[in-house]
């Protein structure tokens, strides 16, 4: 997640987040007991899965579980699946989608001994990051015994800009297609720290030069705030609020704020199906204005069902 203010400031809200690095079989995190404890708020994503090609798998906090399968690790698991709809490369892809909290999904029923069974025999150990919520706040987790975790708290990286072409930008600024494009371009442009999109009369390669902005700008100093990991909805609210109050107040004249997606997720919004071929974009962006006004947008990739 990034956030990015115009001012030299450290003011930001601080994080007291954690997650956790863990690994070990994937059946230990079906159990009845840490099934009824952490399936409600349980969100976790396979590290280093690749959503074109193998295996891909995440918890959602609604209680699922998901996995996108290739052919051969489809045919291989045994569980029944949805082909998917955009298939990016090979014979094509299937997701599994399992409800952990339903009254079928418990010790003795034919759904639950079947998943364990599979997963069991045909399922090798992952390597996953997590966080559990509840009542928007993150909450310490107990492993099972066959699973390694290390437990992580987001850290706040910052850096100061000078010289700075840094939008101008109101109450009265005109929303329109034109300006978040390119207001998009900028923050990636900064996230990215290609300074010849961002320095002013800094001499510009080809590349840069053919994106440089219609934004009216000025020169100025900002301040940009970074976390890494896997980031609990909480932490992204408690941000966005502090930001709103800051802007309200007038100790800023915007913000920005930015939430840079995991690419091979099997997911993005509302549970469309997320692919990556050329490019896998699964982001979102809230631009906070004086007089409580936002402007929030989305980018995701060309195969991503949502858009």
């Known amino acids: 997640m990034h956030v990015f203010v115009p001012e030299d400031t450290t003011e930001h809200c601080p994080p007291s987040d954690t997650f956790y690095l863990i690994k070990g079989p994937l059946v230990a995190l079906l159990g009845p007991d840490f099934l009824s404890k952490y399936a409600k708020g349980l969100s976790a994503i396979l590290v280093g899965s690749h959503i074109d090609r193998g295996i891909a798998l995440c918890f959602l906090p609604t209680g699922k579980l998901i996995l996108s399968l290739d052919k051969d690790s489809y045919e291989t698991l045994g569980l029944s699946a949805a082909k998917a709809k955009y298939p990016t490369k090979g014979e094509g892809r299937w997701t599994v989608n399992l409800d952990l909290t339903a009254k079928s ?27 559990s919520e509840t009542n928007d706040t993150t909450k310490r987790i107990e492993f099972p015994d066959e699973i390694t975790a290390k437990e992580y708290t987001l850290q706040t990286l910052s850096e100061v800009w000078e010289d700075l072409s840094i939008p101008r930008l109101s109450a009265e600024t005109t929303i329109d297609d034109e300006f978040l494009t390119e207001m998009n371009n900028w923050i990636g442009a900064l996230h990215n720290n290609i300074t010849d999109y961002l320095i002013p009369n800094k001499a510009q390669d080809l590349f840069a030069s053919s994106f440089l902005p219609v934004l009216e700008t000025e020169t100025g100093t900002g301040t940009s705030f970074t976390w890494k990991g896997i980031i609990p909805p909480s932490f992204v609210l408690k941000q966005l609020n502090f930001l709103r109050q800051q802007v309200d107040s007038g100790a800023l004249p915007w913000a920005s704020l930015t939430v840079w ?10 549970e469309c199906q997320h692919f990556h071929s050329i490019s896998g974009e699964n982001d979102y962006s809230f631009l906070i204005l004086p007089g ?13 069902e949502f858009s």
């Open 261 to 270: 997606g995991f690419e091979d997720t099997p997911i993005s919004w509302r």
């Open 105 to 131: 999904f418990v010790p003795g029923r034919n759904l639950y001994d079947r998943v364990v069974s599979c997963l069991e025999e045909r399922f090798g150990d992952v390597e996953l990051l997590v966080f």
């Open 292 to 304: 409580d006004n936002y402007v929030m947008s989305l980018t995701v990739g060309p195969e991503d």
